[in-house]
């Protein structure tokens, strides 16, 4: 059974950081690439950032270029997405999921964690 199970998630000041953490189980995480997407109240879900599993390229969200950051331990089975300098408008429940492309697009993914949610506020 596949699993993908986020955490750490919170309320942050603007201006925090935060490192999530998308912990994989029931695949092998090399043969997948990984997606972080995320979802505000009354907004459509979007693609934050993704990475290959073919060569570790990564891919970011305009809005969250030099401020977040991709990254993924095939050993731990895990990805992170270490998120800094966060602003209101960074608020959203947050999301893994695995797919068979690294797209800043939820189509190819077929794999969904639950969700983690992220507030920033003061």
């Known amino acids: 059974q596949v699993q993908l199970v986020e955490s750490g998630g919170g309320l942050v000041q603007p201006g925090g950081s935060l490192r999530l953490s998308c912990a994989v189980s029931g695949l092998t995480l090399d043969d997948y690439d990984i997606g972080w997407f995320r979802q505000a109240p009354g907004k459509e879900r979007e693609g934050v950032s993704c990475i290959s599993s073919t060569d570790g390229s990564t891919y970011y969200l305009n809005s969250v270029k030099g401020r977040f950051t991709i990254s993924r331990d095939n050993a731990k089975n895990t990805v992170y997405l270490q998120m800094n300098s966060l602003k209101p408008e960074d608020t959203a429940v947050y999301y893994c999921?695995?797919?068979?492309?690294?797209?800043?697009?939820?189509?190819?993914?077929?794999?969904w964690g639950q969700g983690t949610q992220v507030t920033v506020s003061s």
């Open positions: 999921a695995a797919g068979s492309l690294a797209l800043l697009h939820p189509l190819p993914y077929d794999y």
